[in-house]
């Protein structure tokens, strides 16, 4: 079993910058690849990006490339989500999502998942 904890959402003005963590507990994190979702109000989930399990390699949607950066440090447990240049199309609900092989898009493909994190961006 994996425990996913996210923090550090919060409200910012369009321009503005988060860091969101997402902290992991129980088995080897480093055995597994971390995937960033978010759900915008009535809307489904969508995938933001990814980080294999050694985080030599990430994979960002199209909507957030150059924007946004994930890392990840296996000795913390925990992974990353840096936010720049925040729009509020990008106000949602984060989450962070671990499953054991490699990166996917699709949410359904992950076997854990946090709690979730509001980031709200106004205009």
């Known amino acids: 079993q994996v425990q996913l904890v996210e923090s550090g959402g919060g409200w910012v003005q369009a321009g503005g910058s988060l860091r969101l963590s997402c902290a992991a507990s129980?088995?080897?994190?480093?055995?597994?690849?971390v995937g960033w979702f978010r759900q915008p109000p009535g809307k489904e989930r969508e995938f933001v990006g990814g980080i294999r399990r050694t985080g030599a390699g990430t994979y960002d949607a199209d909507s957030v490339k150059g924007r946004f950066t994930i890392s990840r440090d296996n000795a913390k447990n925990t992974v990353y989500l840096q936010m720049n240049s925040l729009k509020p199309e990008d106000t949602a609900v984060y989450y962070c999502?671990?499953?054991?092989?490699?990166?996917?898009?699709?949410?359904?493909?992950?076997?854990?998942w946090g709690q979730g994190t509001q980031v709200t961006v106004s205009s």
């Open positions: 129980g088995r080897t994190f480093s055995s597994y690849s």
């Open positions: 999502a671990a499953r054991s092989r490699t990166i996917s898009i699709y949410s359904n493909e992950y076997d854990y």
